[in-house]
């Protein structure tokens, strides 16, 4: 970053972006090509910081709504995913040993289907049909515990 806060990808991208509008307009009728290039180098970089401000005033802005929206944990909220988290457990442990491993190959390695196919030398549908029933146990597990 140099003295005016700008670092080397955001000058290269003023300088591309520059030429890129050149390359568009051209220079015949311009009488000082140095300080036309100048001027609209200044003004691309300006118009970026500024682009730049405002992106981060949205950033800043979303993350402060969802901070505004997210519950806080208090001890009823605890207890709800304690229970929650026993009853999905149970489910997991009920199921049989192959779709329970899919499941878990799935969401707690993160594994695509493909990969996980490979792992274990099924089709790619198995795979998934697996992980389907899977989570429909859980899903069913969880209403069961509910009504």
Not at 30 to 48: E, G, P, Q, T
């Amino acid at each position: 970053m140099d003295k005016a806060g700008v670092t080397s990808i955001e000058a290269e991208d003023v300088v591309q972006t520059t030429f890129a509008r050149v390359a568009e307009t051209g220079l015949a009728s311009v009488r000082n090509h140095r300080a036309f290039l100048y001027k609209m180098s200044y003004n691309i970089a300006i118009d970026m910081k500024r682009r730049g401000r405002v992106r981060q005033k949205h950033v800043e802005e979303a993350v402060a709504s969802e901070a505004a929206t997210v519950e806080e944990l208090n001890p009823e909220r605890v207890v709800e995913g304690s229970r929650q988290l026993n009853i999905i457990a149970k489910a997991l442990w009920s199921m049989p040993k192959k779709r329970r491993q899919l499941l878990m190959m799935s969401r707690f390695e993160g594994l695509s289907y493909a990969e996980i196919a490979r792992r274990v030398s099924l089709s790619e549908t198995v795979v998934r049909k697996h992980i389907s029933k899977a989570l429909a146990d859980c899903q069913n597990a969880l209403q069961a515990k509910c009504d």
